[in-house]
């Protein structure tokens, strides 16, 4: 069965299922909802991470949770979030969406839209995994200098100078950050870190919202220490009409905020869907054996 795009749809179907599918990450999947799926046996979401599914509830009761985490050979040629990261990037630096709209109110002034050029700059790079080094590959094509911060990536790929965190943060021009949410990487840029960033940087935040302190991010455009931002992602999502930082976004140019769609693109989803539906066939059809 395929389930609708709101809540009470998922609510009323859930209790026929025993293994459920999602590649769509607007509905959460805490414990009391998880508790109505009474056969539930089996939980795979298309997508790396799946902090909107409570997996300790999952846990008590048994059943497994399978992500892409991890799966090397079904993610290494899927660019579409590392594209889209890059696209925010471009778009912040050239101040493309004040751009357009300049134009369609009638105007032609492009004194008012100065963009730096690439080359030359430092692109800092927090989380060199997958996404992380297609963004270090496309750093590099621009000719830029390309930092790269992660603990937990080893061998180091090459191309990239491996710094810590404060380091990195001072020295780069754009921040770009792909990490996975965890206990050790929320709130990973907080107040402290933002403050090493200088005036002129653009920051870019396609993995989780609350990677970042939203608080300390939007101090920082306000006091403009910090000249912009693009975000795929926010904290508390998709329930956002009232967030402080789209209600910036609302009135500045200097914030840029898509819905969550850097992975999403058909030619992706055809290939983890493809591939998650193999797994729970495989699930299946061992525990039936």
Known sequence: MMFGEDEQSVDAQLADC????????????PAPRLHRAVRLKLFATATTGADHVDAEALAARGIPLFTLQGEREVLRDITAAAEHSWLLLMACARHLPSAFQHVLAGNWDRNRFPGPMLRGKTLGVVGVGRIGQWMARYGSAFGMVCLGFDP?????????????????????????VHVPLSEQTRGLLGRDQLARLRPHVILVNTSRGEVVDEGALLSALL???????????LAG?????DHPLVEYARAHGNLIITPHIGGFSPDALRHVLSFSCQRIARFFSQTDG
């Open 18 to 29: 025993d293994a459920i599918l999602d590649a769509y990450m607007r509905i959460r999947f």
């Open 237 to 241: 999502e998709p329930d956002v009409s």
């Open 152 to 176: 937990n990536v080893s061998p180091w790929p090459d191309g990239i100078e491996r710094v810590e965190l404060d380091p990195l943060l001072a020295r780069s021009d754009v921040v770009s």
């Open 223 to 233: 006091g403009k220490r910090l000249a912009a931002a693009g975000l795929d992602v």
